[in-house]
Nanobody, 120 residues
């Protein structure tokens, strides 16, 4: 069973930065794509950033030019660097991984989430 564990969430002031980490219990080479999602209170879960196995990244319009998704294969970890944080970025942030093994159904995995609060 694959396990994803997020860390790095905190209470910060507007304009500050945070880096979230998501460590996998297995090699991240297994995953075709990895995502960061977030969910604010009373809202639906929102896709924030995507990183493919080919290192193609994409972002929600609301975070473009502020957030950067990256990975480190040596550490089996993906990151979300968040700059110029705004109160609207307040949410629980989740890591998600999708694997498409040959001849088998897709497999997807979620972390437990890490809280980011942006407030003065």
């Amino acid at each position: 069973q694959v396990h994803l564990e997020e860390s790095g969430g905190a209470l910060v002031q507007p304009g500050e930065s945070l880096r979230l980490s998501c460590k996998a219990s297995t090699t991240i080479y297994l995953f075709n794509v990895m995502h960061w999602y977030r969910q604010a209170p009373g809202e639906e879960r929102e896709l924030v950033a995507t990183l493919t196995s080919g290192d193609s990244a994409s972002y929600a319009d609301s975070v473009k030019d502020r957030f950067t998704i990256s990975k480190d294969h040596r550490k089996d970890t993906i990151y979300l660097q968040m700059n110029s944080l705004k109160p609207d970025d307040t949410a629980v942030y989740y890591c998600h991984a999708l694997a498409r093994p040959l001849g088998r159904p897709p497999e997807d995995y979620w972390g437990q989430g890490t809280q980011v609060t942006v407030s003065s």
